[in-house]
């Protein structure tokens, strides 16, 4: 299919005169970054469209709660904050943890002095009875939730630190989107005070058709529609079990959240790239421009260093892959690279513009 005699007659008048705009030299080529490539078929990916839900990455969240019964204190942070791993989040209060730290004192103390002496002063027995008696309630604290750098600091601060106040550490960096609870409150253990999320990126459950389901393939690419924005994601995960109220399959998308633009609840739409089972013949988006209208490629002429314009028709794009319905050959060398700047080559030239 050729292209409107409107266009051709400038570049013809012009290569009557010797100044075709679209024979360039060696220099001319390399400066206008044009690359030439073969039209050959190309699998264009579809997509499907489905409802999601915005939910935590749960590989990306953590849970504080007290692991023995405790009253609370004080409060270090509050809801919203966005708190750095090992932050004191809580100040908890507990008669088993006095105890604890009671017994860890004494038998630190105990430890020093028969460790002092050697174990050729005292018997095998006497030196590790201290030593696991010191260990284990170390060990008892460590399963109460305090750390060793918290532990330690008890230790060296004495008797007077055996109080059954501890402090609650952040297990990661995150922000803090949960905080149920009120200071002077009894908690059980296992009760969650805090939830601390990595909001850097998020999960997309999105529903799906079981036999749509089972074309999103982990690694596939996504896009997640919300606020007008779209945002890139990759599929992680496909449910194996269909939900028997709604009959669709939850299809798992992780989406970067960088710029904090979604949060947990909203509703979005996510589109699911799938691999076509067609290949139509294909070429770069960026190959693709518009004279008079009309979709163009630029082929490899006859002449060396030339290029002519190639009217064609167009479907859709996808991936940075346009489809191309009529008007190029497959095997025909076109310009992957650089159509911009021929198409400028022969506006100025139809302007007059040396």
Known sequence: MALGLALATPSQALAAEGGNP???????????GITLGHAEARTITDQVRAPGEVTVDAYSTALVS???ASQVVARKVKLGDVVKAGQP?????????AETQGQLIVASQDWARVASLGP????????NEALVQ???ARAKLKVYGMSDGQISALVKRGSSAADGSFELLAPRDGRVTTDDFVVGERIEPGRTLFTVVAESSVWVEARLAPAMAEQARPDAAATIVAHGIELKGTVIQRSHQTDEKTRTVAVRIKVTNDKDLLHPGELVEARIDIA??????????EAVVLLQNQATVFVKGKAPGQFEPLAIEVGETRDGWTEVKAGLQAGTPYVTKGAFALKARILRAQLGDE
């Open 276 to 285: 076509s089972q067609s290949r139509p013949l294909a070429v770069p988006a």
């Open 134 to 136: 010191r260990d284990q």
């Open 89 to 97: 989040l809580v100040v908890l209060s507990s008669v088993d943890v």
């Open 22 to 32: 679209l024979i360039l030299d060696a220099k001319e080529i390399k400066e206008d």
């Open 120 to 127: 050729q002063a005292v018997s095998a027995r006497r030196y």
């Open 66 to 68: 007290p692991r023995v």
